[in-house]
């Protein structure tokens, strides 16, 4: 192994990721969590992350460490912000990189150092430790300003959908209710959305149309620019 050139004698703080975690579930926001199997905060709630490896980009730790800790695989990350204040941790200097996803509902299981990993509803979200209860007040207001130009929420939605489907998501992540016949020729304005020629029955007296979202649409509308105001 080739030896290093430069020796610093600056202190070296470590590193951290953490991931932010949203899923839908028909009514509500959800947050994953992992349940803290060791000290610091032991016992207490906390999102899937920990230590960056010497040989991975953050973006790679973030994703093993979301893997190891709960199970989870493939989902959505953007990163969000980087979190450095001297008395985060009390372990010792650690700066986290936070990212935040979007994944459908799932089943998790705590591994690695987390002793357990559940769902909770974003109005349900018990004292998290470190600073994480401020990375969910910002990963939570990103994720608002975003779905005014991004769809990002149609990673929360099955393939087919009803009208119905995507208010309640959107009515969930702005905590906002809308007046459904407007909320749908505003989306169907937006021309994002395919009708397909299926449709479910809801409830006993109530048929449904399904829509699928529109990829090359939206690319489309993206470089053209555009805001969803609602």
């Known amino acids: 192994m080739e030896e290093n050139k430069y020796c610093y004698k600056y202190p070296h703080p470590a590193v951290t990721t953490d991931c932010v975690i949203f899923g839908f579930n028909g009514e509500r926001l959800q947050v994953l969590l992992i349940e803290r199997g060791i000290e610091p905060y032991k016992g207490r709630w906390a999102f899937p992350g920990g230590f960056l490896k010497m040989d991975e980009t953050a973006e790679e730790g973030a994703k ?6 709960t ?13 450095s204040d001297p008395n985060r941790d009390p372990r010792e200097r650690v700066i986290t990189i936070a990212y935040y996803a979007l994944a459908k509902i ?7 150092d987390a002793a357990s990993a559940r769902w909770f509803p974003l109005d349900e979200i018990p004292p998290l430790a470190f600073d994480h209860d401020y990375i969910l007040r910002m990963a939570t207001q990103r994720l608002r300003e975003q779905i005014h130009f991004q769809p990002i929420g149609f990673e929360l939605l099955p393939e087919k959908f009803t009208i119905k ?10 905590g906002i209710n809308f007046d459904r016949r407007n909320f749908a020729k505003k989306m169907l304005h937006l021309e994002i959305l395919t009708e397909l020629d299926e449709t479910i029955w809801p409830t006993p007296k109530r048929e449904a149309r399904l829509y699928k979202f529109n990829a090359d649409k939206y690319e489309e509308l993206k470089r053209k620019g555009f805001r969803i105001e609602f």
């Open 64 to 69: 093993r460490e979301l893997k190891e800790e």
């Open 165 to 174: 489907e995507l208010q309640s998501l959107y009515e969930a992540i702005l």
């Open 106 to 112: 799932q089943e998790v299981k705590g591994g690695d």
């Open 71 to 83: 199970g989870l695989e493939n989902a959505y990350i953007q990163q969000l912000h980087t979190f």
